[in-house]
């Protein structure tokens, strides 16, 4: 079972996201908070293994509250949530210690698969963020090998390849054929300028899309 604590400035959102993770059958949530300030309160006592952690609250707000959280309590991980995926914390989040980042309006599949990610010690993004960060590194004018041109579920494919998973898992979890996740890989060679899955891996590496520390 992984215990959650759900950290949100809205109680209408702290219920929805309860009763979506609940709903799961193998998800806890172990307990709620306002602010970051009542977060970092109650996460010594209700020891949750991941945190979901709103941005925008009053008081110190979600990337102070996520730097504090993950310095006292390294174990416990944290999934940012914004409302906006052009939200300007992204990068910030993730290097205060983050797992993850997920705006609010993603799906109810895609909500559990983050907790399970991070709790296995992964990091999750949603794939048009994880695009628009990858872009955001490259000097002006730059094209970025191709990067640009990815679809979602280019993108998608991409970070699970360099994530480690296999061909059957993508094929499984992204609900496609064996033969198609392949056919997205080879296309991903070809706008990347890349030959194969190690050199895909020192591509998102470079652009900040998997910690070097993974795995």
């Known amino acids: 079972m992984i215990k959650v604590l759900v950290v949100d400035d809205h109680q209408l959102i702290r219920s929805g996201i309860r009763r979506l993770l609940e709903a799961s059958g193998d998800i806890q949530v172990v307990g709620e908070a306002e602010s970051g300030e009542q ?8 020891q949750p293994d991941v945190v979901l952690m ?22 416990v991980k944290v999934i940012s949530l914004s409302v906006q995926r052009q939200d300007p914390y992204p990068e910030q989040l993730l290097a205060a210690g983050a797992s993850g980042y997920l705006t609010k309006d993603c799906g109810a599949d895609e909500f559990i698969q983050a907790i399970y990610k991070v709790h296995g010690g992964e990091r999750y993004l949603d ?8 872009l955001s590194r490259l000097p002006r ?3 970025g090998g191709g990067i640009a041109d990815l679809s979602q579920r280019e993108m998608q494919v991409m970070l699970m390849v360099v994530q480690g998973h296999s061909i ?15 056919t997205y890989r080879y296309r991903l060679f070809e706008k990347l300028a890349v030959n194969n899955d190690v050199e895909l891996t020192r591509l998102a590496m470079r652009h900040g899309l998997i910690d070097l520390n993974t795995g």
């Open 168 to 182: 059957q898992d993508i094929s499984d979890k992204l609900f496609i054929s064996p033969k198609t996740v392949n």
């Open 127 to 134: 794939a048009e963020l994880a695009k628009g960060m990858a």
């Open 39 to 46: 977060a970092l309160a109650r996460v010594g006592d209700l």
């Open 141 to 143: 004018g730059k094209a």
């Open 54 to 75: 709103d941005i925008h609250m009053p008081g110190i707000g979600g990337l102070e509250a996520t730097r504090k959280l993950v310095h006292h309590h390294p174990d």
